[in-house]
């Protein structure tokens, strides 16, 4: 049994003078103001409190506190061993690397382990992310990656999103499998901080993916790297990519590289593909002051082409 999490929104800074903990095992993080005075409660009730809660859930209630002593009797301490984590699925056992190595933690009942700069996840699926594993962590990444075979689903954004509590600035995610279609909508409303994205083949692009990350997301971006097929990716314009820069960070650049539908349709993804080359270039050698474009052609041996911009 546990009970729901409450996530940090203001800051508590504890130092190595805080009678509440070593600053060894204590990083600086977040704290709120907690929606109902569990501090009030007679010891007994949150004694009782601390043993339901997860590790997890019992630092958070903490730091929401500003008191150690919200869930007695222990103080739930917090260690911070890596800064680079990678979380890998084998047949429904989730187990964790640092700094990838293949050193394990040992994981007890009071364990706790803070991840705040990268997160990999391999083989991961919206089951995985149910493990026991997870109430012996704090997940605040800034950088989220997917490697390969993980399986996506709208479920499975949803899922990490209050894992690490939104808390992701970049993504990545590399040779995916998505498990149903899973687009820049969902990424965005579920990550409102992100500033760099990159995708390969998990989130699929839609015709209107330029709408929907301008309607969801909640910081611009600096760099946005996509992959589609002609008819995922749809026709945009010179007047559509400006405005969808404008709306981004000074210097932001866009990527888009151009897949192939299938074989069946080579004929109609190079005339596609020229297409889009010839309204771009056509459009920036007479307005050379308003956009900076450029296409590539086989870059790899998957993509037709890959059509980069950027605001001069």
């Known amino acids: 049994m546990t009970v729901g999490s409450i996530e940090p929104i203001a800051f508590l800074v504890v130092n190595a003078r805080s009678p509440c903990l070593p600053s060894s ?13 569990i501090s009030k409660l007679a010891y007994g009730i949150r004694s009782r409190l601390s043993e339901l809660a997860t590790p997890s859930e019992r630092y958070q209630f903490q730091i929401a506190a500003g008191n150690p002593s919200i869930c007695p009797p222990k103080v739930q301490l917090l260690q911070r061993p890596s800064s680079n984590w990678s979380l890998t699925s084998a047949h429904g056992n989730v187990s964790v690397t640092f700094d990838n190595s293949q050193l394990y933690p040992i994981f007890d009942h009071n364990n706790l382990y803070y991840c ?18 997870f109430h012996n962590f704090l997940l605040r990444p800034n950088t989220l990656r997917f490697n390969a075979r993980t399986v996506v689903c709208e479920r499975f954004i949803a899922k990490l999103s209050k894992l690490t509590a939104g808390r992701v600035k970049t993504f990545e995610e590399f040779a995916i499998e998505a498990a149903d279609d899973v687009g820049f909508r969902d990424l965005f409303s579920a990550f409102r901080r992100l500033n760099r994205v990159t995708t390969y083949y998990g989130i699929v692009p839609t015709p209107t993916w330029m709408t929907d990350i301008l ?88 993509s037709i082409s890959v059509l980069s911009f950027r605001l001069p």
Not at 25 to 37: A, G, R, V
């Open 215 to 302: 309607e969801n997301q909640g910081k611009k971006l600096s760099f946005l790297s996509i992959k589609g097929t002609p008819g995922q990716l749809g026709e945009f314009t010179a007047s559509e990519v400006i405005t969808f820069l404008r709306a981004q960070k000074t210097g932001c650049e866009l990527w888009v590289t151009i897949l192939p539908s299938s074989a069946m349709t080579e004929v109609a993804d190079y005339d596609y593909v020229n297409s889009m080359k010839r309204t771009f270039k056509n459009y920036v050698k007479e307005n050379p002051q308003h956009l900076f474009y450029k296409s590539q052609s086989g870059v790899d041996h998957i």
């Open 25 to 37: 095992t204590f990083n600086t993080l977040p704290t709120s103001t907690m929606p109902y005075p």
């Open 116 to 133: 705040g700069t990268t997160l990999n996840l391999d083989n991961m699926s919206l089951a995985d992310l149910s493990s026991p594993i």
